[in-house]
């Protein structure tokens, strides 16, 4: 098998005319093993070489667009045989909103085949396990104090805004034994009020829009579940990797992923991975059969939780199941959900090891020598 060799671009493939490009998280993929391409390089062409271009930035990208590449790079590109990979390490789009060419492959952070894309999830691999290194993830032996750790982080879809609102109606955003939080900045103000009746999102619960108009200031509001944590701090020291001992002291983390959509099926983010790494029971609103997406990796599940929300087709019914579930497990007293959690420990030990002992190297490099 030939060896695969990778190289990020010293200039922008597109002349800078589809946004920014944003090479760190490559590097951290693939631990520094890159060189950056000049059009003197030298090329290995008996090597799979690989041009990876990653940007952050959806919108700015212009999807539907035909942008061509550098005339020079592609004409290099394609005399020393590299394939030219488009890559978005932290996103994905339907398939339905971006044109296909033939001078390049698309890769998004997602695990799940299409023609000429590479669906790869990053955060399910090296990438995650240096990024929560590099913050300093310690998950410190701190005391059980409270039942759940419920942080929504940004109210930007619909499953968050109707849990938030759902939360404070019920009274739960502030019970004793729930830690809660959520994050609204830089969102624009009346952000949330437009959101939902773009989405309608309460068409089948309007008694939540009455919760919704008496707190609007509270909701638009950040609230950090941590005393010293802003906005400003959060995103650029990357302390998002981190896992707070607020979430390590609780006894079961409800997880909200990034897409929770049947369309962004394999596109988990780090947030399923932290309850994992700090050995906690966890159940989640994420895109449907999440559990047999993580039991084909390795991952087992606890038997005192009701899973079946997993299998719902619709997204609205799954979150809204999620919930109920979530309601049935804070009737037990601590005492009660701590002596379920504590019997079951030997499964969030064996995820742990999962997650830790998986080789991660071996499945990207698997990916890319799939390609012809």
Not at 90 to 97: A, F, L, W
Not at 231 to 250: C, F, K, M, N, Q
Not at 285 to 306: A, M, P, Q, W
Request: aromatic content about 16%; some cysteine; glycine content about 2%.
């Amino acid at each position: 098998m030939s060896e695969n060799k990778f190289y990020i671009p010293l200039r922008d493939p597109f002349d800078n005319k589809r946004g920014e490009l944003f090479s760190r998280d490559i590097q951290w993929v693939f631990k520094g093993k890159v060189e950056r391409l000049k059009l003197d390089t030298v090329i290995d062409t008996k090597c799979n070489n690989f041009l990876i271009c990653n940007y952050l930035d959806m919108p700015d990208f212009k999807f539907r667009e035909e942008i061509p590449l550098n005339k020079d790079i592609k004409n290099f590109c394609v005399k020393n045989n590299i394939k030219i990979i488009v890559c978005f390490s932290r996103e994905v789009i339907k398939p339905e909103k971006r044109i296909n060419s033939d001078d390049w492959y698309w890769m998004f952070n997602r695990d799940f085949s299409e023609e000429r894309v590479i669906n790869f999830s990053f955060f399910d691999h090296a990438y995650t396990i240096g990024r929560f290194h590099h913050a300093g993830t310690i998950i410190n032996n701190v005391e059980k104090t409270k039942k759940f750790s419920v942080v929504l982080g940004r109210l930007n879809n619909t499953s968050r805004v109707w849990w938030c609102v759902k939360l404070i109606h019920d009274n739960l955003h502030n019970h004793s034994d729930i830690i809660f939080g959520k994050i609204v900045s830089p969102l624009r103000k009346d952000y949330i009020r437009d959101f939902v009746n773009r989405y309608n999102i309460f068409k089948h619960d309007e008694y939540l829009l009455d919760t919704l108009e008496k707190n609007k200031n509270y909701i638009e509001q950040d609230t950090f579940i941590e005393k010293d944590m802003n906005i400003h701090r959060l995103y650029p020291r990357g302390l998002e990797w981190t896992i707070p001992d607020e979430v390590a002291s609780t006894l079961i983390n409800i997880v909200f992923e990034t897409l929770p959509f049947d369309w962004g099926y394999g596109s988990l983010t780090e947030k399923m991975w932290k309850p994992i790494i700090a050995g906690m029971p966890f159940i989640w609103v994420s895109f449907r059969d999440t559990k047999s997406y993580l039991e084909k990796k390795g991952y087992k599940f606890h038997n005192f939780i009701d899973y079946s929300f997993d299998s719902i087709e619709r997204d609205s019914k799954r979150y809204k199941a999620v919930y109920e579930e979530f309601k049935r497990l804070n009737a037990f007293s601590f005492e009660e959900l701590q002596a379920m959690v504590d019997n079951e420990k030997h499964i969030t030990e064996h995820n742990k090891k999962v997650f830790y002992n998986t080789d991660y190297d071996k499945r990207l490099m698997n990916v890319f020598s799939s390609i012809k």
